[in-house]
Every structure is written in C-alpha cells, then in structure tokens.
C-alpha cells in the first residue's frame, strides 16, 4: 500500500507561481510513475503530468506544457509539481497519483492516489 499526501495549494495572483509536493508512505515511491491531476467541480479530473520512476521521463497536458514542471526526489519519497504564470484556468483541486505501469495520461492506469489540495488562482 501507498500513502499520497498533497500539499503547497493556496490562493495565487494569475502570473504567480506555486509548488505543490506529494509525499509518500508506506511503501518507497522509487518504483512508481508519478502523476499529477486536476478537477474543477463540475469537470471531469484531467491529467497535468507525469514522471517516470528515475526521473529522465516527463510528459505534460498542451494546457500546462511549458508554464509547469514535474520533478521527483526519490530519496525523500516525493514528488513536485512547480506551477509557473498560472492563470485563473489553472484553478482546481490537485492530486498526486502512483502506477506500477508505465507512463501514461489516464486515471485508470494509476493505482493510488491522495486527497488533493485547492489551488486557486484570482484574475
């Protein structure tokens, strides 16, 4: 079993930045993809980004490309998302997923997920 913690959501000015972090327990993150995704009430959640187990792997959705950054400590068990010139768009609750597979964009191919924390970013 793995034990997902978010944190590091707030209130944000649009153009402003914030660093979520997802910590993780249980069982060592190492041999996890990590992923990151979205919901705002009333949408379906869609996928940020992800990363491979090592770290050499990334992907991103077109809408963050280029303004987030994902990123991953492996020897403290956690994984960062860097979000950079957000808009009132980026607002949503955030949440850190793992999956044994590979790389992927879909909710179904990750395994464990944690309880999200709020960004919301004022225009």
């Known amino acids: 079993q793995v034990q997902l913690v978010e944190s590091g959501g707030g209130l944000v000015q649009a153009g402003g930045s914030l660093r979520l972090s997802c910590a993780g327990s249980?069982?060592?993150?190492?041999?996890?993809?990590m992923g990151w995704f979205r919901q705002d009430p009333g949408k379906e959640r869609e996928f940020v980004a992800a990363?491979?187990?090592?770290?050499?792997?990334?992907i991103y959705a077109e809408s963050v490309k280029g303004r987030f950054t994902i990123s991953r400590d492996n020897a403290k068990s956690t994984v960062y998302l860097q979000m950079n010139s957000l808009k009132p768009e980026d607002t949503a609750v955030y949440y850190c997923?793992?999956?044994?597979?590979?790389?992927?964009?879909?909710?179904?191919?990750?395994?464990?997920w944690g309880q999200g924390t709020q960004v919301i970013v004022s225009s």
């Open positions: 990363i491979s187990w090592s770290g050499d792997k990334t």
């Open positions: 997923a793992a999956a044994l597979n590979k790389l992927g964009t879909g909710m179904d191919e990750y395994d464990y």
């Open positions: 249980g069982r060592t993150l190492v041999t996890y993809v």
